[in-house]
């Protein structure tokens, strides 16, 4: 009979989750969305949502399958996850001080900056007044994907909740454009203003029960800008 090694032992402490969790992490896009949950579609408002996957953390890590179900598909290389451009929605709104905020607009502000980081200047002139909504230029966007494969630094919040299980998860989202620093950068940006994660800052905690819908007690702040980059139950990520 052999005796027991202590060698290679391996604990719970060796866990690498298969979530992307808020953080300052270097990810590229997967996939760009529009989400419009049922309450935001009296006002025709939308959530952009950015599937991203980030590195793969050690030699021995597994990621979801990239189908959702069949555990005979690939694997993820890293983590992956859905992150919300902003927790706050985007739609057309006008705010205390009678500024007009258009949902539109604001879209394409947020995915200029963000192909201007991935490196895809060149498809966004290409398509300079080439479709007649956001819905059909962020079709485009996934159907060309220039992004692909392109590395972005990116700067992760979140909001945490607790399962009915007991787990925790995240609904996780960008953090706003400002003076203290931006939310995504390109890999190779010469003077780096990428906002440096702080946690009491770029996160929150809900009451421990389960969320049905992370977007129903979000408040509407009528001064901000109508949201610039968020996702769905990120533990239960698939594509």
């Known amino acids: 009979m052999s005796k027991l090694s202590t060698k290679n032992v391996k604990t719970g402490g060796d866990f ?115 479709y007649d909504s956001i819905e059909d230029f962020v079709t485009a966007l996934n159907t060309d994907k220039p992004f692909a494969g392109v590395w972005v630094n990116w700067c992760i919040g979140g909001r945490q909740y607790t399962k009915q299980n007991g787990y925790k998860g995240w609904d996780l989202h960008l953090p706003k454009f400002s003076k203290d620093g931006i939310p995504f950068e390109a890999i190779d940006a010469v003077k780096s203003r990428l906002a440096i994660f702080d946690y009491d800052a770029h996160t929150e905690i809900t009451e421990p029960k389960e969320v049905d819908n992370f977007n129903d007690d979000i408040p509407v702040d009528e001064d901000d800008n109508g949201g610039l980059p968020d996702m769905t139950d990120a533990a239960e990520f698939e594509l």
């Open 16 to 130: 690498t989750p298969k979530n992307l969790e808020p953080g300052n992490v270097k990810a590229r896009i997967l996939e760009i969305e529009l989400d419009q949950p049922e309450f935001l579609k009296k006002d025709k408002g939308y959530f952009l949502v950015l599937n991203l996957e980030g590195e793969k953390p050690n030699d021995e890590f597994v990621g979801f399958h990239t189908v959702f179900g069949d555990d005979t598909s690939p694997t993820y290389e890293g983590p992956t996850g859905k992150v919300k451009a902003s927790k706050w929605s985007y739609r057309t709104t006008t705010t205390k001080k009678n500024v007009v905020i258009e949902r539109d607009e604001e879209i394409m502000k947020f995915l200029k900056s963000l192909c201007e980081a991935a490196g895809c200047t060149d498809w966004w002139n290409s398509v300079d007044e080439k």
